[in-house]
């Protein structure tokens, strides 16, 4: 196969066919065979991800040929996302380590912060961030290049996922203003109090846990599983986040498709929903003057 197929566009085309006939699941930053097959392709030649067009006629060498059809095998026999056969994921155009310790990142936090839509604080105002539950630390890291004068800290319960973040943190030279915490919750935070929180939680319903496609089973459960509606954990952030806020401070929490729920349950609450270029109403925004009204 690999003395058959000799260009970039030969690899793409074959697969996208090999993808499609396996019936693959996708959702890992890439929505269609299309999408998986041009990342595979671009990461695996360590090409610029964002337009594989100029690269369609260029052909390959054997070692290049080699390292794709391998790649592309995996992606079928292992069912494991591309982001973990690769050790990259992207956020907001940024490259992120990957591996099983984490879930691939792709939480709709990042576009917001990205946007910086006018209910979040002005960067000037932000002094203290927190994410929570930061898994691969992406979260953090946005948040420390969006707010440069801010002291960010970011905390998890698995020193695995831990690991990760740390990594990725050197990557971006920002240790000495990201500060990792291991622990449950705000468990590990001495009392801290923040202008802003953002957390992508485990948020998964029992029984979409129990239904995950092999590539969503390749990610570590307890990044994923949020208890018989999906609302354990954030029930849990709702409860504490009060006195972690900072006076005129907020948070930021994607949340999955509970809203329903969260509108019954805490109805005394006055929630933003922000909307995102691919999700209406999966994350909420609530400032601490919100929670004491």
């Given amino acids: 196969m690999t003395r058959e197929l000799k260009t970039v566009r030969d690899f793409l085309r074959y697969a996208v066919t090999t993808f499609t006939r396996a019936d693959l699941h996708y959702g890992h930053g890439a929505g269609t065979a299309m999408d998986e097959a041009a990342f595979i392709v671009l990461e695996g030649l360590s090409l610029p991800i964002d ?52 879930i691939v990142p792709r939480s709709y936090i990042g576009e917001i912060l990205a946007g910086e839509p006018a209910f979040l604080p002005a960067p000037q105002d932000v002094r203290s961030v927190l994410d929570l539950c930061t898994g691969s630390g992406c979260l953090a890291i946005l948040a420390a290049l969006n707010y440069p004068e801010a002291e960010a800290h970011a905390s998890d319960i698995s020193a695995g996922a831990l690991d990760v973040a740390a990594r990725n943190i050197a990557d971006y030279g920002l240790e000495d203003r990201i500060t990792l915490h291991h622990g449950d919750l705000f468990e590990p935070l001495a009392g801290r109090t923040f202008d802003l929180i953002i957390t992508n939680p485990p948020y998964v319903d029992e029984q979409a846990m129990m239904a ?54 805490y109805a005394h609450l006055d929630f933003l929903w922000p909307h995102s270029e691919e999700g209406e109403g999966e994350v909420f925004w609530l400032t601490r003057e919100a929670f004491r009204s």
């Fill in 212 to 265: 995950l496609p092999p590539e969503y089973g390749a990610e570590p459960a307890i990044a994923l599983a949020g208890g018989e509606d999906g609302l354990d954990i954030v029930r849990r952030i709702l409860a504490e986040a009060p006195a972690r806020l900072s006076a005129g401070g907020g948070i930021l929490c994607e949340f999955g498709t509970g809203r329903e729920i969260l509108e019954e349950e």
């Fill in 51 to 102: 337009d594989i067009n100029p690269w369609l006629d260029a052909r390959l060498t054997a070692a290049e040929r080699e390292r794709l059809a391998g790649l592309i095998d995996a992606r079928v026999t292992t069912r494991r996302p591309a982001a973990y056969l690769l050790g990259k994921a992207y956020v907001q155009g940024l490259p992120f380590y990957v591996d099983e310790r984490v």
